[in-house]
C-alpha cells in the first residue's frame, strides 16, 4: 500500500514517516500543498494525510484541487484545528476523514486502515486481499496463510511478498523491487535483495511439497506454481 503524506513540520513528518513504513507502507512525503498536489496527480497512492496549514497551498486547496480533477483517492486530514467547524470545513473541501493534533499513531494507522476498508485498497475495486496457488495475503489483517496455516512475517518480508503476489506469474526485476519496497530508486550493489527473498522462501516454501517463489537468472523474480 501507498500512502502520501503531506506535512511541512519535519519534525512530525519523520515520525509519521518511521511509523508508517515500520507498519509495512510505502510512503512518499511533500513538504508543501504544491508538491503535495504534484504527486497527488503525477502517482497512485491509496491514502492521502495531508496537514490542513501548509506552505504554498493550505491542504483544502488541495484536496480541493484533487477532487476537481476527479481523483477520488481517500484524505486524511492532520490538523491542530480542533474546531466543529473547521472538521466541517475539512470534509466539505473533499475530506474523508479529520484526525487532529496531537494524536496517537495507533488512531492513526485504525483510520488509515478504515480509509482502505472503504475504498476497498484504493485501486478501484476490493484488493484488500491477493491469492495464488494455495497462498493468500490479507491487506487489511496484515496475515498471510499458505494451504491454511499462518505464516509470520516482518514488515518488510510483507510488503515484498505482496509485490511478488500482485505481480504473480510475472517476473518481478531487482530494480522494481527496490523501487517498490525500499524505496530505492537505484542499485545499491547489496545483496539486501538476495538476503530478503532466503528469508522469505524459508517462510513460505520450506515446509510445502513444491516451491512458489523461483529465480530468474539474470532477471529477477517470479512468484510461479509449477506443480
Given amino acids: ?37 504534484a504527486l497527488a496527480l503525477d502517482e497512485i497512492f491509496d491514502v492521502i494525510i495531508a496537514d490542513r496549514m501548509l506552505p504554498g497551498q493550505n491542504g483544502l486547496a488541495v484536496v480541493e484541487a484533487l477532487r476537481d480533477a476527479g481523483r477520488r483517492t481517500p484524505v486524511l486530514f492532520l490538523s491542530a484545528l480542533a474546531d466543529v467547524d473547521d472538521r466541517v470545513l475539512g470534509l466539505k473541501a473533499g475530506g ?26 484504493g485501486g478501484g475495486g476490493d484488493e484488500s486481499r491477493l491469492a495464488y496457488a494455495d497462498l493468500e495475503l490479507d491487506l487489511l ?12 512475517l516482518q514488515p518488510r518480508e510483507f510488503r515484498l511478498l505482496e509485490c511478488l503476489l500482485r505481480h504473480a506469474g510475472q517476473v518481478v526485476t531487482r530494480t522494481m523491487l527496490l523501487e517498490k519496497v525500499w524505496d530505492y530508486h537505484f542499485d545499491p550493489q547489496t545483496n539486501v535483495i538476495d538476503v530478503h527473498i532466503s528469508r522469505l522462501r524459508q517462510k513460505i516454501d520450506r515446509d510445502f511439497d513444491h516451491p512458489l517463489i523461483q529465480t530468474v537468472r539474470g532477471a529477477g523474480y517470479c512468484l510461479r506454481d509449477d506443480a
Wanted: hydrophobic share 45%.
Fill in 141 to 152: 489483517a496484515r496475515t498471510v496463510r499458505r494451504a491454511g496455516r499462518a505464516i509470520d
Fill in 1 to 37: 500500500m501507498r500512502l502520501l503524506l503531506i506535512e511541512d513540520d519535519d519534525q512530525t513528518a519523520a515520525y509519521i514517516v518511521k511509523g508508517l513504513k515500520e507498519s509495512g507502507y510505502v510512503v512518499e512525503r511533500a513538504a508543501d500543498g504544491p508538491s503535495g498536489l
Fill in 96 to 121: 474523508d476523514d479529520y484526525l487532529t493534533k496531537p494524536f496517537a499513531f495507533a488512531e492513526l494507522l485504525a483510520r488509515i486502515e478504515a480509509l482502505l476498508r472503504r475504498s476497498g485498497g
